[in-house]
């Protein structure tokens, strides 16, 4: 079944560590995107991508890093400049780059600073 | 600047009960599209329904209905005779129609069912 595969599912990191997510799609999707998730605050755009090896900075992008080299992947680092990184994150992809026919999602990843 | 407002934050019902859920929107695009999102507590956002900017046809699927309103800006999501199952975090969402934009989420609204 096609789908978007993000993993781990819990992930806990450490003070000053860098820590990468990852986002696997099988639906030949063109963009895909990451949202942060905070109790209260809906999802907030972290970067998204509209194409291989190209990707925009969102609202909240400080901290933050990704690479787009493979169609279906698309990482993020959460960085040790991110100072507050305990969230609920979320993987999206859309067949159309303005997403009007809306995204899919992929069952999120909890990182944890201990 | 596109900007969607949930304003209820937490609701709660007993079960066959009718709720609505609110969703204003802000957009100065004149093609545009709406989503409802679900997310039950496994996290996974669940697609319900989208609409775009020239269909102001309201919409039924099952206890679920959807009535949009251009005039007031609103896209309210009514769940009937609501059941356990309906206990989720349910997101509004709204794009334009053009390349470089990511949909915008309203901070959702959660809604518990009790038995």
């Known amino acids: 079944d096609g789908g978007i595969t993000q993993s781990p599912k819990y992930l806990f990191r450490k003070e000053g560590q860098n820590v990468t997510l990852s986002c696997e799609q099988n639906?030949?999707?063109?963009?895909m995107y990451w949202y942060r998730q905070d109790p209260g605050q809906g999802l907030r755009l972290i970067y998204y991508s509209q194409i291989v090896n190209d990707f925009q900075k969102g609202d909240i992008a400080e901290g933050y890093s990704v690479s787009r080299e493979k169609k279906e992947s698309f990482p993020l680092t959460v960085t040790s400049a991110q100072k507050n990184p305990t969230a609920f994150y979320l993987c999206?992809?859309?067949?159309?780059?303005?997403?009007?026919?809306?995204?899919?999602f992929g069952s999120g990843t909890r990182l944890t600073v201990v | 600047a596109q900007k969607v407002t949930q304003a209820q934050t937490e609701i709660s019902v007993v079960e066959k009960e009718d709720v609505t859920l609110d969703c204003v929107y802000e957009t100065r695009d004149t093609t545009y599209y709406l989503f409802w999102y679900k997310q039950p507590p496994s996290g996974e956002l669940v697609f319900l329904i989208r609409r775009n900017s020239f269909d102001e046809q309201n919409e039924i699927s099952g206890r679920y209905s959807w009535n949009f309103q251009k005039s007031t800006s609103s896209f309210n999501f009514t769940i009937t005779a609501s059941q356990v199952v309906d206990s989720a975090v349910y997101f509004c969402a709204l794009t334009a129609n053009q390349a470089g934009t990511a949909l915008i989420f309203g901070k959702g609204t959660t809604l518990s069912v009790s038995s």
């Open positions: 639906l030949n999707h063109d963009a």
């Open positions: 999206a992809s859309s067949t159309s780059g303005t997403g009007r026919y809306g995204y899919t």
